[in-house]
């Protein structure tokens, strides 16, 4: 696997074609550039690998939620809000075919091999750049094509269930053009195959008889901690007991909080690939103080049991660990040394300490760079998307730091033709 560049007379091109027809309507982050000048060439055995864990992860990840449904012990230990946990309870009528699930893995090139850092469970975003992003970048690399298609294979899983014609509701925070351009994406998909796009905010959607008004099927891009904040007149919590064809169905709020592994044995369900690719996941109550020597990615995962509870002493923690916010999402709160002040990484440990209902510590992976022609080197995080457990595309992403937040740059994933190399 390697990075390719975008010939430099070609870039202003390209940025302009990847702003105005791959959606990407945010390329500026304060000063930094998000769109890449480079492209991630992968062969086809590394391709199919990632494939295979992600479909692997995501059929585990499916029986993990559902042996969650009316388990309310359990599901509050995943730090989600009191009145979206009141709002689970309708979760009881749940059925998976009726409903269209979509996710994205991330995965990380790592000093030991590939790393999985989390599920995008809730509203995983990079649809436009898995969709349509490499299609654009694909004509300067002949040996290698686009591979999976996010959008389209979201638009073959409803019409399983929405006849063409009928009308999609795509519920997101129309104050943000960040959230309309996945939106814009998949509206257009769904209007050049037949069916009506209504763009539309989470508040505006009323229920009868347990379905939503007016619209055939739901795509939800708005997170549902979110829900909790909308006035009380909103009846959000129809989301949740509704016979509407929904992507996300709010199913999703389990394996989205990164406290998840912390339950894990007391489901029921065998989740190998999990706990084989995620590091060390524990309760941030185990997690004394930060540890001095370095350590390696820890590619056995598991999920002990909760530790030093109220009252015990924790036990000392070996190597390096960093803290997750249990709802977390593009790298925020996450400090990883180097990448941010100390000040800021003292301030998370803080928040940990005082609220260790919202977070995690998970071992450290030691991420591996990769270096482009220019001899500059950047961090890699692929999302893998899949649909109704099936692999749906690549999304992309570079950084010069192992951190993966707001100012990481998008880059499009292409997989070399023929066999692998």
């Known amino acids: 696997m390697t990075l390719g560049t975008i010939p430099d007379a070609a870039y202003p091109e390209y940025r302009y074609d990847v702003i105005f027809n791959a959606y990407k309507w945010d390329p500026q982050v304060g000063d930094s550039n998000t769109v890449a000048r480079h492209v991630v060439l992968m062969d086809r055995?590394?391709?199919?690998?990632?494939?295979?864990?992600?479909?692997?992860?995501?059929?585990?990840?499916?029986?993990?939620?559902?042996?969650l449904i009316g388990k309310p012990h359990l599901s509050k230990a995943l730090g989600l809000p009191k009145r979206v946990l009141k709002a689970a309870a309708g979760l009881s009528g749940y059925e998976r075919g009726n409903n269209v699930r979509l996710m994205r893995f991330d995965f990380h090139p790592t000093e030991e091999g590939w790393a999985l850092s989390e599920v995008n469970s809730d509203v995983p975003g990079g649809i436009a750049e898995a969709s349509v992003l490499p299609s654009i970048a694909g004509k300067w690399?002949?040996?290698?094509?686009?591979?999976?298609?996010?959008?389209?294979?979201?638009?073959?899983?409803?019409?399983?269930?929405?006849?063409?014609?009928?009308?999609?509701?795509?519920?997101?925070?129309?104050?943000?053009?960040?959230?309309?351009?996945?939106?814009?994406?998949?509206?257009d998909c769904f209007e050049n195959a037949g069916y009506r796009a209504w763009y539309t905010a989470p508040d505006r959607l009323a229920w009868d008889k347990k379905r939503a008004v007016g619209a055939d099927g739901i795509i939800r891009f708005f997170p549902l901690e979110w829900l909790a904040n909308l006035p009380r007149n909103a009846a959000w919590e129809g989301y949740f007991d509704t016979a509407t064809p929904s992507c996300n169905h709010p199913v999703a709020l389990f394996a989205q909080s990164k406290r998840l592994p912390l339950i894990w044995d007391e489901l029921g369900v065998d989740i190998p690939t999990w706990k084989s690719l995620l590091p060390e996941t524990v309760d941030t109550r185990a997690y004394g103080s930060r540890g001095r020597s370095p350590s390696t990615c820890s590619m056995q995962g598991r999920s002990p049991a909760l530790p030093a509870m109220e009252g015990e002493r924790p036990r000392e923690l070996q190597g390096e660990w960093i803290l997750k916010p249990a709802l977390g999402r593009v790298g925020e709160g996450i400090p990883i040394k180097g990448t941010m002040p100390e000040k800021e990484i003292r301030l998370v440990e803080k928040a940990a300490k005082r609220h260790p209902e919202d977070w995690v510590a998970?071992?450290?992976?030691?991420?591996?760079?990769?270096?482009?022609?220019?001899g500059e080197q950047y961090h890699l995080c692929i999302g893998a998307f899949t649909v109704d457990g099936k692999s749906a595309g690549f999304y992309g992403?570079?950084?010069?730091?192992?951190?993966?937040?707001?100012?990481?740059?998008?880059?499009?994933?292409?997989?070399?033709?023929?066999?692998?190399?």
């Not at 864990?53 to 990840?61: F, G, K, V």
């Not at 030691?366 to 220019?374: G, K, Q, T, V, Y």
């Not at 499009?412 to 066999?419: C, E, F, Q």
Request: proline share 6%; glycine share 10%.
């Open 397 to 421: 992403r570079v950084s010069p730091t192992p951190r993966m937040d707001a100012n990481a740059k998008d880059i499009p994933v292409l997989v070399r033709k023929g066999g692998a190399s």
């Open 362 to 374: 998970q071992r450290l992976f030691r991420s591996r760079p990769l270096a482009a022609e220019n």
């Open 141 to 187: 690399f002949g040996d290698f094509a686009p591979h999976g298609d996010t959008a389209g294979a979201l638009l073959d899983a409803f019409r399983d269930k929405v006849a063409p014609g009928g009308t999609i509701a795509l519920v997101h925070a129309t104050s943000y053009a960040d959230d309309r351009q996945v939106m814009q994406c998949l509206g």
């Open 45 to 67: 055995g590394a391709a199919g690998q990632l494939e295979r864990w992600a479909e692997r992860l995501a059929a585990e990840t499916m029986l993990m939620e559902e042996a």
